[in-house]
């Protein structure tokens, strides 16, 4: 499956009614097909099914490259198997060159969900995504949260995973003073999936710095806390 030919099946399914009312929803000034989020990750499916790693890569670039939005979400969702063999580094290092362009919580989202897979499978990647809470670019810094949710499913986490959360709650605690929406919505994300198997541990971060927050990502935050 070249890009090329890959583009051209995503754009058999367009649907300009739907694509104008899409692209009025996501703020888009890009190209938007509008084709459905399920058949979106249907053909992303089935191209990653086909493909080994380098292919891959190669169909994830000329895919983002097209800056299509469909294209750019199917491209996020090529990587999302649990594990990829013998390494997911080539995987890896195509998805964080996306980061730089995320400006669409769709987009940014559906590249997460590959991120998050590779993340959980070498958490020493943590390391990488500590520098992204610096950057002068929102949606970097955001995407450190939603890339690391994996971290808060544990109910009895393994010491790699405790020790993830211990870092991840320091990044809540060091971007709650951003003002940003989408920061602050990430923030509560995180601590809201977390109070499903750890509710001690966000109900101490509330207690120390929920104050920081703004009122929504506080609820947000709490809210499986019944607060």
């Known amino acids: 499956m070249t890009p090329d030919a890959a583009l ?6 367009a649907n300009p009614a739907r694509a104008a009312e899409m692209a009025a929803y996501h703020k888009q000034s890009r190209e938007v097909l509008g084709l459905s989020n399920a058949l979106t990750g249907a053909l992303a499916d089935d191209w990653r099914k086909a493909l080994d790693q380098p292919g891959l890569v190669t169909l994830a670039q000329g895919l983002w490259a097209s800056d299509i939005f469909e294209a750019r979400i199917a491209a996020g969702k090529l990587f999302i198997q649990a594990r990829m063999r013998p390494d997911d580094a ?9 980061v730089p362009d995320f400006d669409s919580w769709a987009i940014a989202d ?7 897979k590779r993340l959980a499978q070498d958490p020493r990647r943590l390391d990488e995504l500590d520098t992204w ?4 670019h929102m949606w970097t810094r955001r995407a450190a949260l939603v890339f690391s949710l994996p971290f808060t499913k544990a109910r009895h986490p393994n010491p790699t995973e405790a020790a993830a959360r211990v870092r991840i709650l320091r990044w809540c605690e060091t971007l709650a003073p ?3 929406w989408f920061i602050q919505k990430a923030i509560a994300w995180w ?3 977390l109070s499903r198997r750890d509710p001690d541990a966000v109900t101490a971060w509330l207690a120390t710095h929920g104050a920081t927050l703004k009122p929504f990502a506080r609820k947000e935050a709490g809210r499986q806390l019944g607060r």
Do not use: Y
């Not at 051209?8 to 399914?13: D, E, M």
């Not at 080539?90 to 996306?98: P, R, S, V, Y």
């Not at 559906?110 to 998050?116: I, L, P, S, Y």
């Open 191 to 193: 601590l809201r999936d």
């Open 8 to 13: 051209a099946a995503l754009r058999s399914h």
């Open 90 to 98: 080539a995987a890896w290092d195509c998805i964080t060159n996306l």
């Open 110 to 116: 559906a590249v997460a969900q590959g991120g998050a």
């Open 178 to 180: 951003d003002r940003d």
């Open 133 to 136: 809470i610096s950057s002068d």
